[in-house]
Structure formats: structure tokens, C-alpha cells
């Protein structure tokens, strides 16, 4: 993380109105936002991914799963701080333009490619979510549904996760590289111009110091992927856990043709 305040401070082009009228309220906001609770969660979220390495990574999720109002702690702790993020990242990444003669070289690339790793996390985050709470295969591509557990309980978490990745191998594990990459990019570099924004890194000294944990953070981040990935694509699926997922799967689709309503005949 380079140490320079002007690297988030381009110059911009007309905003639609509202955004003009309270910039300042809106670019705190969005900063805000971005750490909590979006970039928290991307912390947990990706550490808990790495129990697939070194801990017990059916615990970790079977205790998300379990706690208590999930979907209110999912709505307004997660979709709307990110619904609102992702609004507002839009519009400044189509609206902003960054300043060559005014900023460094360097500061230039991070600006753009904050705002490209912001659109590849929105677009990683809507499939994600796609694929696991709406159940869309996009063309069978990703047709790998995820099980906490099997028919009688037996931990799937491990082995449905594995199966996710090395489905469509190698392009599943090429689109979760870049889209998760791409999050934890985004996340480190928006905190670092997060402090400029709030005014907490004043002189170049402190931005050298705060760029220097944000490096550390984005680097955690970065190993705590790479390990759940490689856990995923090394994890050897057992027959048994196939042959679950599999009467599961054909336990779903029973029960979903037998909610259809039926078709109007003419």
C-alpha cells in the first residue's frame, strides 16, 4: 500500500445530483461500510474457509448455521451494508477518472484497479450467493449443490465444498481465484484510503505506517484463500459422500417436483 493521500482523491466528473449534494456523508459511508460490516465478514468468512486446511471446518460451519436469528443477521448485517457499498461503488467507479497529472503513476493503477477488483467482487458475490442461496447452475456449470450434512447427519461440509471447486476444473477453481482475489485486493486497499477519508492518516509518515498493516492484513487474507483452495482441490471425495450428495440431490428434486403446481392443460 503506496503512501501517498492523494491516491483516492482523483478528480471526478459530474455525479447524478444526490451524490453531489452529500459527497461528504456518502464517501464516509461507503468507507464505513466496506469495513464494517462487509470487510469483517470477509475476514471471518475466509478464515473460516481455511479450516478446511487446519481445523475443523464442518464445527466452524455447522456453528454459523446454528446461530440464532441467521436471516435478520444476514439482511442487515450483510445484504443491505453490501447492497448499499456495491450502489454506491458503482456509480463512482463509472463516474470518477483519475488525475495523471495531478497523481503519482502508481497512485493511478491502485485507483483503477480498486474500482475492476470492486466490479469482479460485486460480480464474484452475486453468482456466490447465486449458486448458494437460489440454487442457479448457470448452465450447469456450477451444478454442485452445497449439504451441511448428510441424510443421517454425517458431516458433508468438507466434501460438497471440495466437490464445488474441482467440478468444471479447471475453470470453477479460475473463477473463485479471481473473484475471491479480487475481494481481498479491494478490502486491503479500501482500508488504507479508508483512514485518508476519515481523516486518521494525515501525514505521509502515518499512511506509510497504516499501508504497511493493511499489507499484512491483504496478505493473511491472501494465504488464508490459497490454503482453503488447496484443501478444496486436494480433498479426496469418498464414494459414500457421493453417493450421499447424490440421494440428497434426488431427494430435493423429488420434493420440488411434487410442491410444482400443475401445468394448466388447454
Known amino acids: 500500500?503506496?503512501?501517498?493521500?492523494?491516491?483516492?482523491?482523483?478528480?471526478?466528473?459530474?455525479?447524478?445530483?444526490?451524490?453531489g449534494k452529500y459527497h461528504f456523508l456518502l464517501r464516509r459511508l461507503h468507507s464505513l461500510t466496506g469495513i464494517l460490516p462487509v470487510g469483517v465478514f470477509l475476514c471471518f468468512h475466509l478464515f473460516t474457509n481455511f479450516q478446511m486446511l487446519v481445523g475443523n471446518f464442518q464445527h466452524e460451519v455447522q456453528f454459523i448455521h446454528d446461530m440464532p436469528a441467521l436471516l435478520f443477521i444476514e439482511i442487515f448485517g450483510l445484504w443491505l451494508p453490501i447492497g448499499f457499498h456495491a450502489a454506491l461503488g458503482v456509480v463512482y467507479?463509472?463516474?470518477g477518472v483519475p488525475n495523471s497529472t495531478a497523481y503519482?503513476?502508481?497512485?493511478?493503477?491502485?485507483?483503477?484497479?480498486?474500482?475492476?477488483?470492486?466490479?469482479?467482487?460485486?460480480?464474484?458475490?452475486?453468482?456466490?450467493?447465486?449458486?448458494?442461496?437460489?440454487?442457479?447452475?448457470?448452465?450447469?456449470?456450477?451444478?454442485t449443490p452445497f449439504y451441511l450434512s448428510g441424510p443421517n447427519g454425517e458431516p458433508l461440509a468438507k466434501a460438497t465444498t471440495a466437490?464445488?471447486?474441482?467440478?468444471?476444473?479447471?475453470?470453477?477453481?479460475?473463477?473463485?481465484?479471481?473473484?475471491?482475489?479480487?475481494?481481498?485486493?479491494?478490502?486491503?486497499?479500501?482500508?488504507?484510503?479508508?483512514?485518508i477519508t476519515w481523516g486518521l492518516t494525515v501525514s505521509v509518515a502515518a499512511q506509510k505506517r497504516w499501508g504497511q498493516v493493511c499489507t499484512a492484513v491483504g496478505v493473511a487474507l491472501a494465504i488464508f484463500t490459497a490454503g482453503a483452495i488447496y484443501?478444496?482441490?486436494?480433498?479426496?471425495?469418498?464414494?459414500?459422500?457421493?453417493?450421499?450428495?447424490?440421494?440428497?440431490?434426488?431427494a430435493e428434486a423429488s420434493g420440488a417436483s411434487m410442491e410444482a403446481p400443475a401445468m394448466p392443460t388447454h
Open 163 to 195: 466437490i464445488a471447486l474441482q467440478h468444471a476444473f479447471p475453470l470453477a477453481a479460475i473463477m473463485y481465484v479471481v473473484g475471491v482475489y479480487s475481494c481481498v485486493y479491494h478490502f486491503a486497499n479500501g482500508l488504507w484510503t479508508a483512514a
Open 1 to 19: 500500500m503506496s503512501a501517498h493521500a492523494t491516491a483516492e482523491a482523483p478528480s471526478t466528473a459530474p455525479t447524478p445530483e444526490f451524490c
Open 104 to 143: 503519482s503513476y502508481q497512485d493511478n493503477w491502485r485507483y483503477t484497479f480498486q474500482r475492476i477488483t470492486g466490479i469482479l467482487a460485486l460480480l464474484f458475490i452475486f453468482v456466490h450467493v447465486a449458486k448458494l442461496r437460489w440454487g442457479w447452475t448457470f448452465g450447469g456449470m456450477l451444478d
Open 231 to 250: 484443501a478444496s482441490l486436494t480433498y479426496k471425495v469418498t464414494d459414500q459422500e457421493r453417493a450421499m450428495v447424490a440421494q440428497l440431490e434426488q
Open 93 to 95: 467507479t463509472f463516474t
